[in-house]
Structures are given as C-alpha cells and as structure tokens.
C-alpha cells in the first residue's frame, strides 16, 4: 500500500548524499510493511519460569487484583500445565481481543505494569506450546481465546463463546471469580517426566521454591504495602483436591542495610534539559546470611550494583553498576537503588521481557556526577571509597589459624561462603555429603576412598515429617553438623584403622539414640540393641 504524502517535512528524513552536488528534492511517499509471522518466535527468548510468570502477575496487578493464585495442574505423576488466576476488573471482548494482538498497546498510565503490549503472548509462548485465557467483568459476558504457535504462520487465535468460557471461570476449584481472570499454559517446557510420585514432589517443590522467591522479591514493594496477595498451590485431578497454598512474602534486597554515618544516602542527579532524578546508595554488614541479603541462594556479595524500579517493580537486581564501577570485592556491601521516572525514563532502555534494562551514556555520565545536597560535598566516588573502606575495616583476620577439608556437594552456597569466609581450606580432594538409603542402624556413613559423608534419608525425612525425596539443598543443619564433626578424617590419606572406624560406630550409635529421644523415631532396630563394646 502506498500513499502520495510528501515525507520532506518530517524530522529525521534528510538528504544524506556524500557527493557535492545537490540533487534534487525527492517526493517520498509511505508504504506498509507488515512484520513475517515467523518474527513471533524471537519473542520472549529471553524469559525463563520465573520471569515469565512475573510479566503475566505484572497484567494481574494493572487489572487492580487483590489476589493472584499461580497453580500447578497435575494429574497423577503427569504435570498437565500451569495456571495463573486472579481476582482483578476483567477483560471485555475488545480487551481480549487486543491482549491476544502482538503489539497492540492499550493507553497505559504511569504506574502500569504493562509496557509494551506482548507481555501475555511473549511470557506465554516462551513456556508453553500453547495457552488460554478466559475472563469477564462483573456481570458481564465471559470471554475465552487460546493462541498456540500456529499464531506465526497466520496471526489467528481461537475463539470461545461466552457460556464455555463462564463455565470455566465458575468452575476454578477453591476460586470464586466474580470478575478476574484465568491464563493457562499446556505443554509446559520446563518440565518434570517421570513415573515416580517422589522425583515430581522434588521437582515441583523446587519449581515453587524459585518462583516464591522471585515473585517475592520483583514484587516485594506491593506485598509490604499489602495491596495484593500471591499464593502458590497444586491441584491434583487424580485425588480432586488441592494442595495446601504457599504465601509468596516480601523480599526486600534493602531491608538489611546499615542505618547509620548518613546511609542509605540519596544523591541528586542532573539529566539534560533540566531533568532530575534521584538515587539512593546503600551499605551492608559483613558477614550478613539473610535471605533478603543472600538473593536466590546466592552469597549476597554477587548481587551487588544497581537495583531498577518502576511503578515500585523491581526490573533488575544487582550483578553491575551499569558501566559506573566493575563488580569487585572492593563493592560487594554495596547496592543503589534507582527508580524510574518521568525524567529519567527516556534515558533507560528495557526489552520487552522487562529483565535487562540498558543505560544510555548520557545517563552514566549524569549518575557519575551526582551528588548529596548540603553544607558538605559528598559526591558518589566518595560512596565507591565508603565501600572500599567499609570492607577495609571488616576484613577478616588473616586465616591460617584453621584448615577444613573442602566440601563440594551438599551444602548450599550461604553456608558455603561461611566457611570459606572464616577460614581457608586445606590442599586435600574434598568430599561430599548427599542423602542416600542407609540401614536403620546408621545415621551416617564414612566413605574414605570415594570422598562421601552419605546421610541416612528415610531417617531425615522422618525428622522433616516428609514423604517426599530429600534434594542436596535439603539438611544443612544435620549435614554441617556431621561436616564439622567428620572432615578431619578425610585428612588423613592413609587407610582408615580399626579405631577410626569403631570411633564412627559409636557416633552413629549415640546420635541416633539422641534422635528416637528427640523426635521418637521408630528405628527398625533398637538402636540401644547396637551398642558397640
């Protein structure tokens, strides 16, 4: 298609010629170049679980939801797919029909979520090979669409008449939806195969793990204020119920700083065309083991650089300072907290997953010179020296004083990092402690030659009150305990005597007489019967 309209006038079209002369003015004219269906699987290849089910919580919060249920749909051993449902205003038809269009941005405000108009197609797509979406507004027509990735040969999606889609809303088990929405994913991706209930429970437990701490931490500002509730649950076709919810609570990656010496401190920031913005800078204890420190399981010392915000949802946390400093041990209690705004937004590019946002150098150049209003001038180098002296004046004594063997396998990174923290490792091969099917008589096992501490699991999952199979995250406790009480047998490289070998007959006997005491386990055999002589 093609119009006659004179483009001359428009700014940006200009006579680019690299010769002399002049030539003479063209008449452009405008023609439409619609996008290759094929371009729709570029999208969202940046997503994963976690974040994809973060944009579409994004649509939930937007459509003014005071409670959003993500749910697992399993049917035995078999996960179906994933659901998310909330309690929010509801799509009519034409929502719906522009919530399936790729691109079609409806008028956001500035505090919306949404930002580009393929959030639900994009975070969708990326996990599932196809989904649904049925929603109505209160005492309004239900609506229903499903789109699967047929949708890049030909755009279309499927539609549903009303009563179908009103049959579903009604029947969302534990859910009445009066108004809201329901989205769900079939042939999920990223997910579990397997005949054994136990191999699912572990997967599924470690697939909420992550999704609570993610969804807590990018929305930890709305679960503060207590606008809006997300919980986590199963619901298994097979027995037609529904597994007990999982709050998602707060995580806030600020909530530990220091209080003190003028932090957190703010500085101003100059952009062009007398813009302003603010950012806050934060320090850290040393030491500090919290979970909204240690983001993820990670020792928080990673997670240091700027954290970016808008509409009080956290887009990204930490691992750079945007080109202001490397990330080093110098920086490692350091976090900067940055929102976007009305000013600074056209200085801040973000792609459509909403998960990598990038700096335009107009805007590091500006950050680089803020600085702390007041008598005194204090400008961010001086907070970059703050850190180095900060972690200066913490830095833990020189450490020869202890050697540990090094662990590998089981013990998770926070308590890795402890250790590491304290003291140094010795040059030996390091072992592993792992969860795996002992006699009743033994709590644990010693194995010299393979390197291994085993820990007897149908004993732990008694303690833990579990039937599901035990992950290497799982125990610290216990497994640190028997770390700190073993590893010094693993330095010694000969073959183990007879006395080494009974001291560790006698641990297991005493131990497990403290469990039956403790937790009232019903060993299969007395462990009083075993006393060693």
Not at 212 to 225: K, N, S
Request: aromatic residues 8%; neutral net charge; proline residues 6%.
């Amino acid at each position: 298609m093609k119009t006659s309209r004179s483009l001359m006038a428009r700014p940006g079209l200009r006579n680019n010629s690299m010769n002399g002369s002049q030539p003479s003015q063209p008449e452009w004219s405008l023609e439409t170049v619609l996008p290759a269906p094929s371009t729709i699987s570029a999208i969202g290849t940046h997503h994963n679980l976690t974040s994809a089910l973060a944009d579409i919580v994004d649509n939930s919060i937007d459509a003014q939801a005071s409670h959003i249920r993500i749910r697992f749909i399993q049917n035995g051993t078999t996960i179906l797919g994933l659901q998310i449902i909330d309690n929010g205003r509801g799509l009519t038809a034409d929502d719906a029909r522009r919530a399936m269009t790729f691109g079609a941005r409806r008028d956001y405000s500035p505090e919306d979520l949404g930002h580009f108009g393929i959030g639900l197609k994009a975070a969708s797509l990326s996990q599932a090979t196809a989904f649904e979406i049925y929603s109505r507004q209160k005492w309004a027509p239900a609506v229903g669409r499903r789109m699967d990735r047929s949708v890049k040969e030909n755009y279309s999606v499927g539609v549903v008449d009303p009563g179908y889609a009103a049959e579903r809303l009604d029947n969302v088990p534990g859910v009445e939806l009066t108004s809201g929405t329901l989205v769900e994913w079939h042939g999920l991706k990223d997910v579990i195969h397997t005949s054994d209930a136990g191999e699912l429970a572990e997967w599924r437990n470690t697939k909420l793990r992550s999704i609570r701490e993610h969804l807590g931490l990018t929305f930890h500002r709305y679960l503060q204020r207590g606008g809006v509730e997300i919980m986590l649950d199963t619901f298994d076709i097979e027995r037609n119920r529904t597994l007990p919810p999982l709050n998602v609570d707060p995580i806030d990656p600020f909530k530990d700083s220091i209080r003190q010496d003028g932090y957190p401190r703010k500085f101003l920031v100059d952009l062009p065309n007398d813009a302003t913005c603010t950012v806050e800078t934060h320090l850290f204890p040393p030491d500090l083991v919290t979970p909204t420190f240690n983001l993820y399981g990670e020792p928080g010392e990673s997670r240091q650089g700027i954290y970016l915000y808008r509409s009080d949802r956290l887009l990204s946390g930490g691992y750079n300072w945007a080109g202001l400093r490397s990330p080093s041990k110098e920086y490692a209690l350091g976090r900067m907290k940055i929102d976007i705004t009305s000013e600074n937004e056209p200085y801040i590019a973000l792609n459509p997953e909403k998960i990598k946002p990038v700096y335009s150098a107009d805007f590091i150049r500006a950050i680089s010179r803020a600085y702390s209003p007041g008598d005194t001038p204090f400008d961010l180098d001086r907070y970059f020296e703050d850190l180095r002296s900060h972690q200066k004046a913490f830095k833990k004594p020189k450490r020869h004083e202890i050697h540990l063997v090094e662990p590998a396998v089981g013990l998770n990174a926070p308590v890795l990092s402890a250790l590491d923290g304290l003291q140094d490792f010795a040059d030996l091969e390091s072992i592993d402690l792992r969860f795996v099917t002992l006699p009743p008589t033994e709590l644990f096992r010693a194995d010299r030659i393979n390197r291994r501490i085993d820990v007897n699991a149908d004993l732990m999952r008694n303690i833990y009150g579990t039937g599901t199979r035990l992950s290497n995250r799982d125990g610290q406790l216990l497994k640190t305990f028997l770390y700190f009480l073993l590893e010094g047998d693993f330095k010694v490289e000969q073959r183990w005597t007879g006395m080494r070998e009974h001291r560790h007959r006698i641990l297991n006997h005493v131990l497990l007489v403290a469990l039956v005491e403790d937790f009232g386990l019903d060993c299969a055999t007395n462990p009083a019967a075993t006393k060693e002589n």
